[in-house]
């Protein structure tokens, strides 16, 4: 590990395993837990650190002088990229979809604070990038310059999550995780014992592509997984009353902070899955907080 990754990492704070003490939990015989990856830092949080972590070591292992990646508006991927590049003194440029709006999300004005180069494209140029997946993929990239694809889904970026899962000290049955691309669940699925089911929440509607997406990040195939596409409410970013009042509500029991894009969405389903008894009594569920918090500020 580069002597520069492994300073910045000194600065993080643990990633704890939470219990949730909620009596509401007790009649089911469910025993419910957090991964805290919102706790290791409060910009570079959750899965992206996870993700970005071996890919920032390989980029400084080849002398990379520039990060380039791609997200929307609210991308906690590219926020944390921006400060990471701060930190590291790196040059970043990120593709944002869609036109520039007239006033910054609190997010771009967050990376541009960190010198992150922003590059509005129109949603077809986007897709287009979405395709370039290695590092070296995308087309006129200089010498220096090291790719990101978008969500940082690339090899090294399950690596990074397999960390966390050697961090869980006890046995489990289920870990429950949210999913955009879906590499944070790849890296799950490919690093957790195999007795361990894991279950994955699409944060996106019309999110079929997963599937095979996280097929193809999986170093072997294994049948120990699924995806869940029944709480999205209507779409990535979409929210209602009952989302943002389960989120309250579960913040005022427990004093864990959700954001109503991925973790909010996972806990709703977690507890309405525990209510509707899809869960065994007994079971012993980790349900990692992805972090993200930083994406909040959209909704308020
Ligand atoms: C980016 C993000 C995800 C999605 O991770 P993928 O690896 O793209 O599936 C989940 N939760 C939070 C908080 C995120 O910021």
Known sequence: ??????????????????????????????????????????????????KLKYS??????????TLISMGGAYSNHLHALAYVGKVLDLKTIGFIRGEQPQILTPTLQDMKAWG????????SEYRVLRQYK???????????????????????????????????????????VPCGTGTTLAGIIDAVP?????LGFAALKNAGF?????????????NNWQINWDYHFGGFAKI?????AFIENFELKTTIPLEP???GKMMYAVYDLIKKHYFQPGERIIALHTGGLQGKRGFT
Request: aromatic share 8%; charged share 20%; proline share 5%.
């Open 56 to 65: 920032l070591d390989h980029a400084l292992s080849l002398g990379a002088n």
């Open 261 to 263: 894009i991925y973790t």
């Open 1 to 50: 590990m580069h002597s520069e990754l492994i300073k910045l990492e000194k600065t993080f704070k643990p990633s704890i395993l939470t219990k949730i003490d909620d009596p509401w939990l007790m009649p089911y015989q469910i025993e419910l837990w957090m991964k805290r990856d919102d706790l290791l830092h409060p910009v570079i949080s959750g899965n992206k650190w996870r």
């Open 134 to 176: 290695n590092w070296h993929d995308l087309p006129g990239l200089k010498p220096g310059q090291y790719w990101l694809t978008e969500g940082g889904a690339q090899a090294l970026a399950l690596k990074g999550v397999a960390d966390l899962i050697a961090e869980i000290g006890f046995p489990y049955t289920t870990l429950c």
């Open 116 to 123: 992150m180069e922003l590059k509005f494209v129109s949603r």
């Open 210 to 222: 997963l599937t095979a997406d996280v097929e193809a990040l999986l170093s072997q195939s294994c």
């Open 240 to 244: 209602n009353t009952v989302l943002t």
């Open 194 to 198: 195999e007795q361990v089911s894991v």
